[in-house]
């Protein structure tokens, strides 16, 4: 059985240190498939999510230039915070 969504996206982050969006989307899709438009959504909702209770933390910004996502598109840069990664201990994600 595969993780959900988010505990992949915070294992990712954790395992890499900095991740991009576009970085993170990526490797949703290699885990769980291509991602339909709202597919895509969906992770930067959870992103946001993540952000906004401070599990993670924007880092870096970017405009997409249109080789990652959409021309125009605000781009980030996330990694996991102090405050993520007791919570990814306690809950069991960590080993």
Known sequence: MKRHQKAFLLIALHQRKVLWDH???DAVAAE?????????NNVRVA????ASCGMIERVDRQLDDGT???AGKV???YR?????LAR????GLLP
């Open 23 to 25: 970085e993170l989307l």
């Open 75 to 77: 781009l980030f840069r």
């Open 47 to 50: 992103l946001d999510e993540m």
């Open 88 to 91: 990814m201990a306690a809950t």
């Open 68 to 70: 990652h996502l959409v």
């Open 32 to 40: 769980y498939g291509p991602p339909a438009r709202y597919g895509v």
């Open 80 to 84: 996991l915070t102090a405050f993520g």
